[in-house]
T-cell receptor, first 109, second 114 residues
Framework: GQNIDQPTEMTATEGAIVQINCTYQ??????LFWYQQHAGEAPTFLSY??LDGLEEKGRFSSFLSRSKGYSYLLLKELQMKDSASYLCAVRDSNYQLIWGAGTKLIIKP | SAVISQKPSRDICQRGTSLTIQCQVD?????MFWYRQQPGQSLTLIAT?????????ESGFVIDKFPISRPNLTFSTLTVSNMSPEDSSIYLC???????????FGEGSRLTVL
């Protein structure tokens, strides 16, 4: 079966750095997405990786290793507004999106 | 990115009734996707709505329970029929707007069934 694993919850301090990991086992691979979802709101797109390596976008970076079936989302200079759930999703060989359960990130002052 | 509008944004419904959710996109898109997100859980794809053809439903979802219309390239509706408390959820429409294929979501419709 297809599976995506993320930690359920993480806690970090304002101004610090946090890394949210995602491991996947899917039928083929056609890209990995990270989304942010604030409580009560719809998910918003953060990043897309299809090749190995690091994609940087401001305070957020996403890394992919296809051989290891592994990705992480790195958030720097954490702000209180970064408190949200972060969803990892992988597009398989049929171009279907497989969603992780999400990681709830709690930022403390 | 496009503007994706959903309505209603939230509703409280009685068991046994049906509710239709509307999704309007401000640009033409080939496929629209309907997702469900139950409390504390991730996203589950209900169906893919294609203009001019029947929607394609995922395992566990059937047309009688979740009929979908797609009359044109900018609009779709999802009906939740004969609702029960287990249907209490956020329902989200989404579209793909770029070659990379990332999904953009509407604001969601939060349904509570009593």
């Amino acid at each position: 079966g297809q599976n995506i694993d993320q930690p359920t919850e993480m806690t970090a301090t304002e101004g610090a750095i946090v890394q949210i990991n995602c491991t996947y086992q899917t039928s083929g691979f056609n890209g990995l997405f990270w989304y942010q979802q604030h409580a009560g709101e719809a998910p918003t797109f953060l990043s897309y990786n299809v090749l190995d390596g690091l994609e940087e976008k401001g305070r957020f970076s996403s890394f992919l290793s296809r051989s290891k079936g592994y990705s992480y989302l790195l958030l720097k200079e954490l702000q209180m507004k970064d408190s949200a759930s972060y969803l990892c999703a992988v597009r398989d060989s049929n171009y279907q999106l497989i969603w992780g359960a999400g990681t709830k990130l709690i930022i403390k002052p | 990115s496009a503007v994706i509008s959903q309505k209603p944004s939230r509703d409280i419904c009685q068991r046994g009734t049906s509710l239709t959710i509307q999704c309007q996109v401000d640009s033409q898109v080939t496929m629209m996707f309907w997702y469900r997100q139950q409390p504390g859980q991730s996203l589950t794809l209900i169906a893919t709505a294609n203009q001019g053809s029947e929607a394609t439903y995922e395992s566990g979802f059937v047309i009688d329970k979740f009929p979908i219309s797609r009359p044109n390239l900018t609009f779709s509706t999802l009906t939740v029929s004969n609702m029960s408390p287990e249907d209490s959820s956020i329902y989200l429409c989404s579209v793909v707007l770029s070659e990379a294929g990332e999904l953009f979501f509407g604001e969601g419709s939060r349904l509570t069934v009593l």
